[in-house]
Structures are given as structure tokens and as C-alpha cells.
């Protein structure tokens, strides 16, 4: 999905999310959210921020995990899978997706959430591809929002 093709939302969403949706059965399936940030060139080592062009980002979703380093997760009930989908479309400033954090985010502050979605996305992991499969790092995982 392209951000220029009146989805600007890509922007404002970080590199690498989990989104966890609970089915009716009680099963999960996890989505990865990845936020492609254009250059115009690559040209440089440093100055990065001076060759980025945010108004060609896209967002790949995938099912199942593309990357180890996330910087959030999103816990989503199956039934609320459209509003979901809405909220991220709408998304048009910081602002916006700080609140698309308060009402599906996992933040890291938030330990009687945090460690079992945590412990579900690894189990998730190896059971799904247990030669890929190794620990989700948590780095670069978001402390910015208390």
C-alpha cells in the first residue's frame, strides 16, 4: 500500500509490528506490519533522514512474522477487524497513532499484557516456522508513550 495513494498512514506507523488477532475459536493469527521507508538515494552513510521520501512509504502486511525486532504489537479482537483496519487507514499524525496505541497497542509499561503477548508471539514463532525461528528482540521495541 502505497502512502501517496491517499493512504498516508504508513508514515506514521513504525518499522516492524505484530498484530495479533484472537478468533471467535479461540485461535490467534499474527500479522506483520512493516513500514517500507523510501530514499532517494542510499548514496550516504549518514544523513539519512535528509533522503527520505515519506510520501513514497508503503506498508507490506504479511501473515505470519517478517522480521525479529518489533516495535509494537497489537492485540485485536477478530470482530473488530474492520475497525481496526479503519483506525490505521485514518491514521494522519503522530497524534492519531498514539491513539491507535492506547486502544489496540501493547505497551511496554503494561506488564500484565506485555510479557504473555510477548511469550504467545515466540511460541507462535517456533510453532510456525521452527527453522526461521529464534527470539523476537525487543530493542527497538517502543518506551516512548507511558
Known amino acids: 500500500m502505497k502512502a501517496s495513494d491517499a493512504t498516508p498512514f504508513a508514515r506514521f506507523l513504525p518499522e516492524l509490528s505484530f498484530a495479533i488477532f484472537h478468533m471467535p475459536d479461540g485461535e490467534s493469527r499474527v500479522y506483520s506490519l512493516v513500514h517500507n521507508r523510501e530514499h532517494d538515494n542510499v548514496s550516504w552513510i549518514t544523513g539519512e533522514e535528509l533522503r527520505l521520501a515519506p510520501e513514497e512509504d508503503s506498508l507490506t502486511v ?55 503477548t510477548y511469550d504467545l508471539l515466540v511460541d507462535r514463532f517456533h510453532a510456525t516456522e521452527p527453522v526461521r525461528a529464534g527470539a523476537i528482540d525487543l530493542t527497538r521495541y517502543d518506551l516512548a508513550r507511558p
Not at 512474522?65 to 473488530?80: E, Q
Request: aromatic fraction near 16%.
Open 62 to 116: 504479511h501473515e505470519g512474522f517478517l522480521g525479529a525486532y518489533p516495535n509494537m504489537f497489537f492485540i485485536i479482537d477478530a470482530g473488530d477487524a474492520d475497525a481496526f483496519a479503519q483506525a490505521v487507514a485514518s491514521i494522519r499524525s503522530p497524534d492519531e497513532y498514539a491513539r491507535l496505541v492506547d486502544r489496540y497497542g501493547v505497551k511496554r509499561t503494561d506488564q500484565a499484557r506485555f510479557w504473555p
